[in-house]
């Protein structure tokens, strides 16, 4: 499980955490972690209460690749999305 580090650039703080990567082809990545551990990151990039930031914020990079993607198991151990980034309008 590599260690990846992640942002918010609203509050300009930053976290790692250990997690699952699974390439999606493209040059972008899935990032698969547990619900308690996407918890932990938003509450460490954003402790603010009320803060509409969404904790993790702002292009998501691990080894020169884009992370596109982040999805945590519910307890009921099913997939689900939680973070998709917003796409960046073209220039």
């Given amino acids: 499980m590599p260690t990846l ?54 292009p998501q990079q691990h080894e020169g690749q884009a992370i596109a993607l982040f999805v945590a198991t519910s307890c009921k151990r099913a997939w689900h999305t939680i973070w998709r980034p917003r796409q960046q309008a073209a220039v």
């Fill in 5 to 58: 580090e992640l942002r918010n650039d609203f509050h300009n703080t930053s976290t790692t955490v250990r997690a699952t990567v699974t390439d999606l082809g493209g040059g972008e990545l899935c990032v698969f972690m547990s619900d308690r551990q996407f918890a932990q990151v938003c509450k460490r990039l954003c402790g603010i209460p009320k803060c509409t930031c969404g904790g993790v914020r702002g």
